[in-house]
């Protein structure tokens, strides 16, 4: 795979190691077991993968080659470039501004812009109507597009399927950047509707089998659906792309369901599915099925506690949380200040959508056993940096810690 040109910042020598150690006992990628720390009163179990993706790295190193190479010029991103605030916090350090927040809201207005004016395109890519503003303003984006490789695949399979005539059902959070990206390109091509989860995806399949009302259809999936969208005729052929930082077994038991239901209403035989039904499995992304894999690995191992670092808004961390959280007690933090203490942790509740403060978080375990991973957006660095300060506080030298 290729190698980028990112801050050293960002870098870790110790998790650099390890990363080279198992890749080499571990080409195929089939051991998801997580790397054992053992710190005598601390022991720690870092997962097989986590950590900055092929897409992120790649659009890190866009970003800061861009600043490198335009001194003097004024540069914007279209919104956060990754969901990590330490890479979006270094880079308007470097004089970026953000034109809009992650929700779409304008921040910059776009008839500020100038046609000698810089525009990165962050990894989850844009709309075609945001492309068509910035355009409009005389603005080029070929040099200055990070989007991710694995997302334009979405939308290159997206279109594929609608020029078979299917509708495109996209299965992700109707306000992430993502999710409207993709639905923009796909709607370009087809009727497109957005699911956000299995509920909604069991709606949808109860209007194609007309269990419920088509009249309702508009109102059950408001601000979610292509104009004109005709649930009688829109529903017959259908195929499910993702968002690419969502669960992957979401997304297949969405895709699974949903070509069951296609198979049952329409008497099909498996031979002829196809017919109803498209095959879109090479939509989901590498490094989400890898990071999900190996938290999935790692919950294997007897622990204490699990610590998953990101940003809070990285939609590809809270679904490592999801999964930790089904199984012991789990504290989503950003970096290593969030580790107050022993007894003390700054951390992200997702249910509650605040930052709380929790005591005796640790517990009176000895050893301690703590389950550690990241999602793609947060640099190694970081991550090593939690593994010191949990040494830290548990009362572990800094040598004890393997190189």
């Not at 006992?25 to 022991?43: A, C, E, I, R, S």
């Not at 919104?79 to 330490?86: Q, V």
């Not at 690419?244 to 599915?273: G, K």
Request: contains cysteine; negative net charge.
């Amino acid at each position: 795979m290729k190698q980028f040109t990112i801050p050293v910042s960002y870098r870790s020598k110790l998790i650099a190691a390890i990363k080279l150690q198992r890749r080499t006992g571990d080409k195929m990628k089939k051991d998801f077991t997580p790397t054992f720390f053992d710190l005598g009163n601390l022991h720690i179990y870092l997962a097989r993968h986590f950590g900055f993706c092929y897409g992120v790295e790649n659009a890190i190193e866009i970003a800061f080659e861009t600043i490198s190479k335009n001194p003097g010029k004024r540069i914007f991103l279209l919104s956060e470039m990754i969901h990590n605030p330490l890479v979006n916090a270094d880079l308007m350090s470097h004089g970026v501004k953000f034109l809009q927040d992650t929700t779409g809201k304008q921040l910059i207005s776009f008839e500020s812009l100038q046609s000698d004016d810089i525009v990165l395109i962050p990894a989850f890519g844009t709309t075609l109507a945001i492309e068509e503003k910035l355009r409009s303003r005389g603005i080029s984006m070929e040099k200055y597009n990070t989007t991710c490789p694995f997302v334009e695949r979405v939308w290159n399979k997206s279109e594929q399927i609608a020029r078979q005539g299917y509708t495109v059902v996209v299965h992700g959070k109707p306000t992430h950047e993502e999710t409207r990206a993709t639905f923009s390109h796909a709607a370009k091509h087809t009727a497109t509707v957005v699911v956000n989860d299995m509920s909604e995806a069991i709606v949808l399949g109860e209007f194609i089998t007309g269990v419920r009302p088509v009249e309702t259809f508009h109102e059950v999936f408001a601000g979610r659906f292509t104009d004109g969208f005709d649930p009688i005729k829109d529903l017959q052929r259908i195929g499910v792309v993702n968002q690419t930082t969502m669960l992957a077994t979401d997304t297949q038991q969405i895709a699974d369901y949903l070509r069951q239901v296609m198979t049952e209403h329409y008497a099909l035989p498996p031979a002829r599915i196809n017919e109803r039904f498209a095959d879109t499995r090479d939509t989901l992304c590498y490094a989400t099925t890898d990071n999900q894999s190996s938290v999935k690995g790692m919950l294997e191992t007897p622990a204490n506690l699990a610590i998953v670092v990101g940003g809070y808004n990285s939609s590809n961390t809270s679904h490592l949380v999801e999964l930790c959280e089904e199984k012991l007690p789990t504290y989503f933090i950003r970096d290593e200040s969030n580790l107050l203490s022993t007894q003390k942790v700054k951390h992200w509740d997702m249910h509650e959508k605040v930052e709380k403060e929790t005591l005796n978080f640790l517990g009176n375990n000895t050893p301690i056993k703590i389950l550690v991973t990241s999602g793609a957006s947060c640099p190694d660095a970081v991550v090593e940096k939690v593994i010191l300060r949990l040494a830290e506080i548990c009362g572990t030298t800094l040598e004890d810690i393997p190189e």
